[in-house]
């Protein structure tokens, strides 16, 4: 925990290279899949809306104010799967953790029964489309290089997400 997690890759990656244990094809061929391109991208715009006050703005005006615990959860749950399908669930529930912190503080929630169904919805909202979560981006790109198949539309997987993420 000393160090920031990409650091930590990049250095370790270059400590490889340099000692001749990976050669550079190796060390940089996860980048020629696509859906790693995409998550990174993904991460590029939840950073540009936590930056632009979006998070805030959707912290005030969509979250409001619950008047328990179980209002709270709902008014928490519904925005997250949206978002989440749209965008990558990781940076999603990074995104929301510290508005949810705040949300919980100002309303004197227990923010423990609100971040872990966080976590949850995020997940589920993200199985709605190929963008929604990295697996099935990084699973797309695996089908295509490996069978030669075309690969999925954005919302051919909606038809499993869409009720899972209902429930």
Avoid: C
């Amino acid at each position: 925990n000393r160090a920031p997690p990409d650091l930590t890759l990049v250095g370790g990656v270059t400590v490889l290279l340099l000692l001749g244990v990976i050669e550079p094809a190796q060390a940089f061929g996860g980048f020629s899949n696509e859906g790693v391109i995409t998550i990174a991208v993904m991460y590029i715009i939840v950073a540009g809306l936590k930056d632009t006050g979006a998070i805030a703005w959707i912290t005030q005006s969509i979250f409001g104010q619950p008047r328990s615990i179980q209002s709270a959860q709902i008014r928490l749950l519904v925005p997250v799967a949206f978002v989440s399908a749209f965008l990558n669930n990781t940076p999603v529930v990074a995104m929301f953790i510290p508005a949810v912190q705040e949300w919980a503080k100002k309303y004197q929630l227990s923010v423990s029964k609100l971040l872990l169904p966080l976590s949850y919805v995020a997940i589920a909202g993200g199985m709605i489309t190929l963008v929604g979560t990295s697996t099935n981006l990084i699973v797309n790109g695996l089908v295509i290089k490996q069978f030669g198949s075309s690969p999925l539309h954005l919302f051919d997987l909606a038809w499993v997400g869409i009720p899972i993420a209902a429930m």
